[in-house]
């Protein structure tokens, strides 16, 4: 039997990362179905930020393919054709991911713009995916093929964005907030963000704010050389991280310290957009910085002054349950913290550390095998685990007789 490809190109990439594969059980390739045997070389394709989607396996050779080198430009350097990603019409707007397609198809775009993958990238991702009978996907075909030449031009969507973001300037509610993000997305991955560039100092603050969490490094950058945002690009770095290190979150507090108004900023960005709360990633193009529980590691930033983060600064360590009033309050946007619980704690004591409260540091630690019970990634005994030996560690090199002197 024929080789089906698990999906066509050019696509919309979430993520593409070379890899060598190190399974001694070879697997095949995704789009030629050739084996990848132990050793090799190969590229790991995500089409949905979120960390569980399923994950892709294309060989070297497979990666050569124009099609697929042209998607990985166009991620790359954030400049997927704004007709890959916009259609006018949007009766069945999965796309490529189904669990994706679930939580945030029907909210994306909406008012705002209305997104669609290609026709030939829709047969394909409607088949594998969706699981839909041979009739149905050539009705559905047949459908799109009468409407292809209704796709929003450039110049429309521009248009819609402007109006938007209008809306977005003022005060929004959560349903809004969830439309700004999908919106914000699209656009800083598509050939369009250069025109967003170009009215960048004319946004509000916050919005800009946001613009420098977006995959697009051109916004981190923008964010930095304005002074909004003072080194950005090295914080843009550092969140980017997998795991963070105690170094890494010693130097994302140094730069709260050294950057309070910066940091007021961005408390007044996440009460505006919810910047710090798990539920506004993942969305196509803040992957880096907001998915997968990465916008929790801007709490660290807040560590040197947690009077600048409610969030932090009324947290109460050693509870079971906090104030609903406080959650209510400061926790934008998110029905429960047991997600955000564990890198609340950790926060805590590098705050402890760096005010020279050791002992309470190490309390806080212990409390934390009691009182966090859930975590991102599955079980929080690792997570808990590392914040324990980076507190010992810290204290270490504190007291040794060395430093004491």
């Known amino acids: 039997m024929a080789f089906t490809p698990k999906f066509k190109v050019p696509a919309i990439f979430a993520m593409v990362e070379p890899k060598i594969f190190g399974n001694k059980k070879s697997t095949r390739c995704a789009l030629t179905g050739t084996p990848i045997d132990y050793g090799a070389l190969m590229y790991v394709v995500k089409f949905s930020a979120y960390n569980d989607a399923e994950r892709f396996s294309v060989s070297e050779a497979a990666s050569l393919h124009p099609g697929f080198q042209a998607s990985v430009d166009n991620l790359e350097r954030c400049a997927y054709p704004t007709d890959l990603m916009f259609y006018s019409d949007l009766e069945r707007a999965e796309m490529v991911d189904q669990m994706w397609a679930k939580s945030q198809s029907r909210l994306m775009m909406m008012e705002y713009v209305q997104e669609k993958p290609s026709l030939e990238a829709q047969e394909s991702w409607a088949q594998y995916y969706f699981s839909i009978s041979r009739a149905e996907m050539l009705e559905e075909q047949k459908r799109l093929t009468a409407t292809k030449d209704k796709y929003l031009s450039g110049d429309q969507i521009w248009k819609q964005l402007l109006k938007n973001i209008n809306i977005l300037e003022k005060d929004v509610n959560s349903e809004e907030v969830d439309k700004a993000w999908s919106l914000l997305g699209v656009i800083v991955l598509c050939d369009l963000h250069p025109r967003l560039v170009e009215i960048y100092n004319n946004l509000t603050p916050e919005l800009r704010v946001v613009l420098s969490c977006s995959d697009n490094p051109i916004f981190a950058k923008l964010a930095e050389d304005s002074g909004l ?105 998110v029905p429960s913290i047991a997600y955000q619980s564990p890198y609340l704690y950790r926060s805590k004591a590098i705050s402890a550390l760096l005010d020279g409260r050791l002992e309470e540091a190490s309390k806080i630690a212990v409390l934390m095998r009691k009182h966090v019970q859930h975590y991102m990634h599955g079980s929080p005994t690792g997570f808990i685990n590392a914040t324990e030996k980076m507190v010992k560690d810290y204290r270490r090199k504190i007291e040794s007789p060395k430093n004491r002197r």
């Open 229 to 333: 945002l003072p080194n950005w690009t090295t914080i843009f770095e550092i969140i980017g991280h997998a795991r963070l290190s105690l170094a890494d979150m010693l130097a994302l507090a140094k730069w709260g310290k050294s950057n309070p108004d910066s940091l007021a900023l961005l408390w007044k960005t996440h009460m505006k957009f919810g910047l710090l709360s798990f539920n506004i990633a993942p969305k196509l193009g803040f992957r880096k910085m907001l998915s997968n529980g990465h916008s929790a590691y801007l709490l660290f930033l807040f560590s040197s002054r947690e009077d600048l983060c409610p969030m932090l600064r009324y947290f109460e360590v050693g509870k079971y349950h906090q104030n609903q009033n406080f959650i209510d309050q400061y926790f934008c946007f």
